[in-house]
């Protein structure tokens, strides 16, 4: 191929790459910029990269004298905020507690019965999540249970523990039988085989399932939308309270919506390489 | 059949070795069993809704009583909004599976070669998307695309400035789908990446040697090769776009004028804003056998021909 050619072709990959790239990060771009900038500059109605950064909106969003409100001692971006960190990690906690020995139980089981459970477990994924969330608000005001944690963390399971089981069940068959064998001829028993042996080879695969659970919790707006309340409800619906702001306020908004963005991206950028089957459910590891 | 003589070979000591594992069987049973639990207690009332679309449930009276099929025959006779809905959401999955598909294909594939000059840096960046709450994604582009902000103006650069986006009755649909594409071509593009890897490089250095041009070998050995992990992402497109609330509620909430307002938007109206619970769960039993029946032809169509062999590291 000619020297030209093949110039040309590598500037071709690399410029649409980029085009793809700014598309992803347009809306950070503005949202950043928005988050810096006086209610002046906000008024001014055109599209411009701030002039005067300031930190006033986010020192807004965390103080109790906050536009948007309090809840109690505390802003209401604030409470949002933190009831999305609590909800999601108890969520995930009680998540792995039952689907790592659900996992290690579903990797011995025969794999006839194994696929069955899986696209059992996929179907979930096909019914609307209102299918659920409705019917449990309706028990729930009938056993107290609304505007609760419990009642939330209940709920979420819907969201994290399947795909927990089936991307689990996915890591402890991709186990090596050598080792576990040796350790067998050497006398461990199953359990000393489970804590000792299996555990420790798979904790990469718990954190990222882990993480990935998290982000599943922590993007969640239906189940609490309908089953949470002001004191309950975590960001993903605290947030859509900024939106009927007035121009001039959007600069608290898009300091919260930067804050309920960055954890995250933080996190699964740690995972990324567990995402793919995090994200199809543990799919790619058993079905294709 | 195992010979359990002293001095017999080593693999026959190792399959003695694994025998309790039958013996344990059951324990691995009992493990899964707080799991069923849990799911149990999820799945209940996902049939207590269902029984409920049979009745006439409303979240104001608590009088109600069993109606059979009533909710259904009102669904479907044409005065209902459903229809109507039912529509906005074929076209919103379509729309979403012709733009994201190809363009998730084409980036994967940009992505995985080797003249990219910062892979690492390219593939967190544009993952990036992915990452945000979806309800989130919807709130900063109905920001950005409003008037006078960043979208529009790059636009008014091409003469595009004064396209209306989520205000215009027959541009806001369109403007959800691209809402949509901007938080899942990354999807798409990372499935169909994991697939590229696992390919083997042979075949496509044999293609190579036997003359084909880099578009002829993508078309006739790299794109057939990745059929299992095109359909997956269609597949998991399909459902989630079906069924798709987060982005459409974070932007349009539906509007204007319904123009947004897909099956799952209505049933959430119908429920939380209406308090016609019962006919709400109609809507959704019927969206739920729709998702159902094209998930199943898609998933038969690749993955239940042939047995699970192998995994994908």
Redesign the interface.
């Known amino acids: 191929m000619n020297r030209w050619l093949r110039w040309s072709?590598?500037l071709g990959?690399?410029l649409?790459?980029l085009a793809?790239?700014m598309?992803?990060?347009?809306?950070?771009?503005?949202?950043a910029s928005?988050s810096i900038e006086t209610p002046v500059e906000l008024l001014s109605?055109?599209?411009h990269l701030v002039n005067h950064p300031t930190w006033a909106n986010y020192k807004d969003i965390f103080s109790a004298s906050s536009a948007a409100g309090a809840v109690g001692q505390v802003s209401s971006f604030v409470r949002y905020f933190l009831n999305s960190l609590f909800v999601s990690t108890v969520s995930v906690l009680i998540a792995l507690?039952?689907?790592i020995?659900?996992a290690?139980?579903?990797a011995?089981?025969i794999?006839s019965l194994r696929?069955n459970l899986l696209?059992t477990y996929l179907?979930?994924?096909?019914?609307?999540?209102?299918?659920?969330v409705?019917?449990?608000y309706?028990?729930f005001s009938h056993i107290g249970l609304t505007n609760t944690y419990t009642g939330l963390i209940?709920?979420y399971?819907?969201v994290v523990?399947?795909f927990m089981?089936v991307m689990l069940t996915?890591y402890f068959?991709?186990l090596p039988k050598e080792t576990e064998?040796a350790a067998?001829?050497d006398g461990a028993g199953?359990w000393t085989l489970f804590w000792r042996i299996r555990i420790p080879l798979m904790s990469g695969g718990i954190a990222a399932s882990a993480i990935i659970g998290f982000?599943y919790a922590?993007?969640?707006?239906?189940l609490p939308?309908?089953l949470g309340n002001q004191g309950t409800q975590p960001?993903?619906v605290g947030?859509?309270s900024f939106?009927s702001y007035n121009q001039a306020s959007?600069g608290p908004?898009?300091a919260a919506?930067m804050i309920?963005?960055i954890p995250?991206?933080v996190l699964?950028?740690a995972v990324?390489r567990y995402?793919?089957r995090g994200?199809?459910l543990g799919?790619?590891?058993?079905?294709? | 059949m195992m010979d359990t003589s002293p001095g017999m070979p080593p693999s026959a000591?190792?399959s003695k070795?694994?025998k309790?594992?039958f013996k344990?069987?059951t324990?691995?049973?009992?493990?899964?069993i707080?799991?069923?639990v849990?799911?149990a207690?999820?799945l209940v009332?996902?049939l207590?809704?269902?029984s409920?679309s049979l009745t006439n449930?409303t979240?104001i009276s608590p009088e109600f009583h069993f109606i059979g099929l009533a909710n259904y025959q009102e669904l479907l006779n044409g005065s209902s909004g459903f229809w109507h809905a039912l529509r906005i959401t074929f076209e919103y999955t379509f729309l979403v599976i012709i733009i994201e598909m190809p363009f998730g294909t084409?980036?994967a594939l940009?992505?995985n070669?080797a003249?990219?000059?910062f892979p690492g840096v390219?593939?967190?960046?544009?993952?990036?998307?992915?990452?945000?709450?979806?309800?989130?994604?919807g709130?900063?582009?109905?920001?950005?695309v409003s008037?006078?902000?960043?979208?529009p103006?790059?636009l008014s650069l091409f003469g595009l400035g004064n396209w209306p986006w989520l205000s215009g009755l027959r541009t806001a649909l369109l403007s959800v789908v691209i809402m949509d594409a901007?938080v899942n071509?990354?999807?798409v593009a990372?499935?169909v990446?994991?697939?590229l890897q696992g390919l083997p490089k042979t075949t496509e250095e044999a293609a190579s040697i036997d003359g084909a041009n880099?578009l002829q070998r993508i078309w006739h050995v790299t794109l057939p090769q990745l059929k299992?992990?095109l359909i997956?992402a269609l597949l998991?497109r399909l459902?989630m776009s079906l069924?798709q609330?987060?982005l459409i509620?974070?932007s349009t909430q539906g509007g204007p004028v319904n123009a947004t307002l897909t099956a799952?938007l209505d049933?959430?109206q119908q429920?939380?804003q209406f308090n016609n619970?019962a006919y709400?769960?109609s809507e959704?039993?019927v969206?739920?056998a729709i998702?159902?029946i094209l998930?199943w032809i898609v998933?038969r169509w690749q993955?239940a021909k042939r047995p699970?062999e192998g995994?994908?590291?």
């Open positions: 072709s590598t990959v690399n649409i790459v793809f790239v598309f992803a990060l347009i809306p950070f771009i503005q949202i928005m109605n055109t599209f507690t039952v689907a020995p659900a290690a139980g579903l011995h089981l794999p696929n696209f179907s979930f994924y096909f019914s609307p999540a209102l299918a659920i409705v019917p449990l309706i028990i209940w709920s399971q819907i523990l399947p089981v996915g068959e991709q064998e067998v001829i199953q982000m922590w993007n969640n707006l239906l939308l309908v960001v993903t947030i859509l939106i959007w908004m898009a919506t309920s963005a995250e991206v699964t950028l990324q995402l793919v994200l199809t799919a790619t590891s058993e079905l294709v | 000591a190792l070795m694994r309790p594992r344990l069987h324990v691995y049973v009992w493990m899964t707080p799991a069923l849990i799911l207690l999820v009332p996902f207590y809704g269902v409920l449930y979240l084409l980036l940009l992505l070669s003249r990219l000059w390219a593939r967190s960046l544009v993952l990036i998307p992915l990452m945000i709450p979806p309800v989130v994604a709130l900063m582009w109905k920001i950005i008037p006078g902000q960043i979208v103006e790059i901007w071509i990354p999807f990372l499935i990446f994991a697939g880099a299992p992990f997956l998991f459902i069924q609330f987060d509620f974070g799952v049933a959430y429920a939380m619970v709400s769960m959704i039993v969206l739920w998702s159902y998930s998933f993955f699970v995994t994908i590291r």
